[in-house]
């Protein structure tokens, strides 16, 4: 286990306007960060410099959000990063846009079926955690794959980082949403040969 192959830091990009007013949401193209977000991801950024001075490579979701965190990262850093697809949010179907209360005043039966079944149940036209595990799982295989023994920086979204440290710990599916990552926040993941560890979580400076 003691051979590291990969180091990973997990960013959440900065805040918009949506997670303030606590939305579910997918969109790749909206909301973008506001003033607050900007300030999450430069203070996050002068943190990482000093623990960590040298990022090889810096990888982002597609999303705009997530897009304009990593370029302020990437430009302190004075290098590029690179879009990977497949670090999308989850997809959120039917809930996508509601807030938390919204879910519950219109889709209570699917919101209890979710509780019931919350690794294979999602609603009409998202994605279930099951399947973000999966995918997730893939993605950053493929990363390490191609970035063996480098230190990376992975700019995406609070779904995807639960599910990279579910994978990596074995956390039930029951439990995976408990694990709370905030925006603008940073998660290091030492990968190993066999098996994996968590070094810190949702660490804001």
């Given at each position: 286990?003691?051979?590291?192959?990969?180091?990973?830091?997990?960013?959440?990009?900065?805040?918009?306007?949506?997670?303030?007013?606590?939305?579910?949401?997918?969109?790749?193209?909206?909301?973008?960060?506001?003033?607050?977000?900007?300030?999450?991801?430069?203070?996050?950024?002068?943190?990482?410099?000093?623990?960590?001075?040298?990022?090889?490579?810096?990888?982002?979701?597609?999303?705009?959000?997530?897009?304009?965190?990593?370029?302020?990262?990437?430009?302190?850093?004075?290098?590029?990063?690179?879009?990977?697809?497949?670090?999308?949010?989850?997809?959120?179907?039917?809930?996508?846009?509601?807030?938390?209360?919204?879910?519950?005043?219109?889709?209570?039966?699917?919101?209890?079926?979710?509780?019931?079944?919350?690794?294979?149940?999602?609603?009409?036209?998202?994605?279930?955690?099951?399947?973000?595990?999966?995918?997730?799982?893939?993605?950053?295989?493929?990363?390490?794959?191609?970035?063996?023994?480098?230190?990376?920086?992975?700019?995406?979204?609070?779904g995807v980082i639960q599910a990279a440290i579910a994978n990596a710990l074995d956390i039930p599916p029951k439990n995976q949403s408990r694990v709370i990552i905030r925006t603008g926040s940073a998660t290091q993941i030492n990968y190993y040969e066999?098996?994996?560890?968590?070094?810190?979580?949702?660490?804001?400076?």
């Open positions: 286990m003691f051979n590291r192959l990969c180091k990973i830091i997990f960013i959440r990009h900065g805040s918009t306007i949506y997670n303030e007013e606590n939305r579910l949401f997918d969109s790749e193209e909206y909301p973008p960060l506001n003033e607050a977000g900007k300030y999450e991801i430069e203070t996050l950024t002068e943190w990482l410099k000093n623990t960590t001075p040298k990022i090889d490579c810096i990888y982002t979701s597609s999303a705009l959000r997530a897009i304009q965190s990593a370029r302020l990262i990437a430009k302190s850093y004075k290098t590029g990063f690179e879009i990977l697809d497949n670090l999308y949010e989850r997809k959120a179907g039917l809930w996508g846009g509601l807030t938390f209360d919204q879910i519950e005043e219109q889709y209570p039966q699917e919101l209890e079926q979710y509780h019931q079944n919350p690794f294979e149940f999602w609603p009409e036209g998202g994605e279930s955690t099951k399947e973000l595990n999966a995918r997730v799982k893939k993605t950053i295989g493929e990363i390490i794959d191609n970035n063996k023994y480098k230190i990376l920086a992975v700019v995406t979204h609070a066999y098996g994996a560890g968590l070094i810190y979580s949702s660490y804001v400076p």
